[in-house]
């Protein structure tokens, strides 16, 4: 629903007010320089997204709710912000400023750690900013390129948070999930980062490091050559191998096996050189009840969740069960072709 308008000023009067209740999720802001009040919900996981022009964003900061600013790539719009609102937080307050009319939109939804039935259609989210060091992750790509399912957030949420407390090391960086409108990351400025990664399903995090921190880096020596199963011009990166290092094997096998003992992950993809301590990493855990034996089972070579990719010699890719889901905005350009 689009909030009315009528108690608008004009765009030249500086730091007028604008506010969306609980209950509306679009708001157009003119021209100008704005001081936006937001309703929102105490718990829920709720997303703000700036469309308009892309050279259109002068200013965007999120007030008031404990919350740290997104992330900037380029300065462009679309600009999203995404949190679980603190339990003593009604408002959230944003300070913009534009070049043109924008659309300011609202999304929320209450937490939700159950996989959606095939045909549910769930609106993607971003993947909030955390609040404290023991949430276990950081974002390391503009929350643009970090929209989710919901019950994706809740799940890794939970997953970041119990691997944080079990092992207290560093935060985990999260890299890129889905763009804003449903597509693969980067889409929008015509310089895509994946072949996959579209409805909010694949993320891509670091591989933990026993050197933090632990955010995404190469840890082999990698092989770079022709790709054999693709067109000239494109090449595959695999780790040369006995060169893994700092490769935290234990943590990482914590927390997918804690994903795959939720029976919530489709695939984990990874550079083989990883693939044999991992496993054995699993079996340790299992055999001192940290994790169940049938997670550890899923992270064996013989288990069909883990796979060989090229290229997966600085991040693992998790991709979770149940559908794609719908984008909060349309797309405004067609699809590019795949890049590697």
């Given at each position: ?5 009528a ?7 500086a ?16 021209a ?74 609202v ?31 950081l ?24 691997t944080?407390a ?24 015509g ?24 955010l ?8 770079v ?95 979770f ?20």
């Open positions: 629903m689009l909030a009315p308008l108690a608008l000023t004009t765009a030249a009067d730091s007028a007010s604008l506010r969306l209740v609980n209950g509306e999720h679009e708001l157009a802001v003119p100008g320089e704005w001081r936006v009040e937001v309703e929102v919900e105490p718990g829920a996981l709720t997303t703000v997204l700036l469309v308009g022009e892309p050279e259109g964003l002068l200013h965007f900061a999120v007030k008031d709710a404990r919350v740290y600013d997104a992330l900037e790539e380029d300065g462009r719009l679309p600009r999203a912000a995404s949190l679980i609102v603190p339990p003593d937080v009604r408002e959230v307050g944003l300070s913009l400023e534009v070049s043109c009319d924008v659309r300011l939109l999304r929320r939804a209450a937490p939700r750690a159950t996989l959606p039935r095939e045909g549910e259609a769930v609106e993607l989210l971003g993947m909030p900013s955390p609040l404290v060091r023991d949430d276990g992750y974002l390391e790509r503009p929350n643009r390129y970090q929209f989710a399912r919901p019950d994706v957030v809740a799940f890794l949420r939970e997953g970041f948070r119990d944080r079990r092992f207290r090391r560093d935060p985990i960086g999260i890299i890129d999930i889905t763009q804003w409108d449903g597509r693969r990351p980067a889409l929008d400025v310089n895509p980062r994946h072949v996959s990664h579209d409805g909010g399903r694949d993320v891509d995090i670091a591989i933990p490091s026993t050197v933090e921190p632990s995404q880096r190469d840890h082999c020596d990698k092989i050559s022709p790709d054999p199963r693709r067109s000239a011009g494109h090449f595959t990166s695999v780790c040369r191998k006995g060169t893994a290092r700092a490769f935290d094997a234990t943590r990482l096998a914590y927390l997918v096996g804690k994903l795959a003992a939720r029976r919530v992950l489709d695939r984990v993809f990874l550079d083989e050189e990883f693939l044999e301590p991992l496993a054995k990493a699993a079996d340790r855990l299992a055999r001192h009840h940290v994790i169940p034996k049938h997670a550890a089972a899923a992270l064996q070579p013989e288990g069909g969740v883990m796979k060989h990719l090229p290229w997966h010699t600085d991040h693992v890719h998790l991709r069960l149940g559908p794609k889901g719908k984008a909060p905005v349309a797309a405004t350009s067609p699809d590019a072709p795949d890049e590697p």
